[in-house]
């Protein structure tokens, strides 16, 4: 079946640090791929998404490439701020069948001053 | 992308009650999904609404603990019926969008039942 696995977090930042949180997905097919961002007390956001092989996804500062060879949708930042604090989601979403979002367990992102 | 309105935004609820969240778009939208995220965790598909239809619940999910109305293309609701502890997350209300590309979601309605 179709699954997201992310890296546990919180990931513990210095600001301006650089932010890498992994994501690998299963899927049959060529899924869309997403990143959600979910601020404290607040709904989900979508940062970035990519809907085929080799495209890159950027909004903010942040970036992901859809890697099909390692199954693969990385999120990176050169420089966090501490406003980037929130909770990061990973998600696929199948191209056949039923298209429902499949959503990882979410990283935890804390950058300190 | 689109506006998507959810009411109430917080709520806190006794136990064995019924709360029923809003979900308004401003845009004509085909597929309307309704998600649960309980405290800490990831989101889980509910249902998907589909206007003209029933709606179709995953599994785990079923409609007497979870009716839900679909009457047009901009609006869509979600009951939480005899609550408990347990239900108390947040419910967010998500639209396909895009041409069916992408999926954008409300700021959620966060229930506290007590």
């Known amino acids: 079946g179709n699954s997201v696995t992310q890296m546990e977090g919180p990931v513990t930042l210095s600001e301006e640090a650089f932010l890498t949180i992994n994501c690998t997905y299963t899927a049959t097919g060529y899924p869309s791929l997403f990143w959600y961002v979910q601020y404290p007390g607040e709904g989900l956001q979508l940062l970035l998404k990519a809907t085929k092989a080799d495209d890159k996804g950027s909004n903010k500062g942040f970036e992901a490439t859809y890697r099909k060879e390692t199954t693969s949708f990385h999120l990176e930042k050169g420089s966090v701020q501490v406003s980037d604090s929130a909770v990061y989601f990973c998600?696929?979403?199948?191209?056949?069948?039923?298209?429902?979002?499949?959503f990882g367990t979410g990283t935890r992102l804390l950058v300190s001053p | 992308s689109a506006v998507i309105s959810q009411k109430p935004s917080r709520d806190i609820c006794q136990r064995g009650t019924s709360l029923t969240i809003q979900c308004q778009v401003d845009s004509q939208v085909t597929m309307m999904f309704w998600y649960r995220q309980q405290p800490g965790q990831s989101l889980t598909l509910i249902a998907t609404a589909n206007q003209g239809s029933e709606a179709t619940y995953e599994s785990g999910f079923v409609i007497d603990k979870f009716p839900i109305s679909r009457p047009n293309l901009t609006f869509s609701t979600l009951t939480v019926s005899n609550m408990s502890p347990e239900d108390s997350s947040i419910y967010l209300c998500s639209v396909d969008l895009d041409g069916g590309n992408t999926i954008y979601f409300g700021e959620g309605s966060w229930l506290t039942v007590v």
């Open positions: 998600a696929l979403r199948p191209n056949t069948g039923f298209q429902k979002l499949v």
